[in-house]
């Protein structure tokens, strides 16, 4: 009986992987010419609007060879976070599970 549930769990989490996949996607197939850019560039373009003779008063510690190295960088911070998330939500879990198997005995 508990390879039924597995099982169904399984299924259930690779059509969730499907719908989020194709969320993701479905903007970058549709919309064609479009720019998707950051934060960073907008607020920039605002900053120089509101006034013109703005000069940062920051400078990056080292230039990034380009956008995809940018891009690269963002990729691997989200990824680096949620994996120390994810490692902290799954200790808590197994711990207080062990707790409970514990108490038992």
């Known amino acids: 009986m508990k390879t039924k549930s597995n099982k169904s769990t399984i299924i259930m989490v690779i ?3 499907a719908v989020v996949v194709g969320m993701c996607m479905y903007p970058l197939m549709t ?3 479009s720019e998707f850019g950051g934060a960073d560039g907008a607020a920039g373009d605002l900053i120089l609007e509101i006034d013109k003779d703005f000069e940062p008063w920051a400078e990056p510690l080292f ?4 956008g995809e190295t940018e891009s690269m960088m963002f ?3 989200a990824a680096l976070g949620s994996g120390i998330f994810c490692f902290c939500a799954g200790y808590l879990f197994a711990a207080k599970k062990f707790k409970k198997a514990n108490s038992r005995e």
């Open 15 to 17: 059509i969730a992987l």
């Open 31 to 33: 919309i064609k010419d």
């Open 63 to 66: 230039p990034l060879p380009g």
């Open 75 to 77: 990729s691997l911070q």
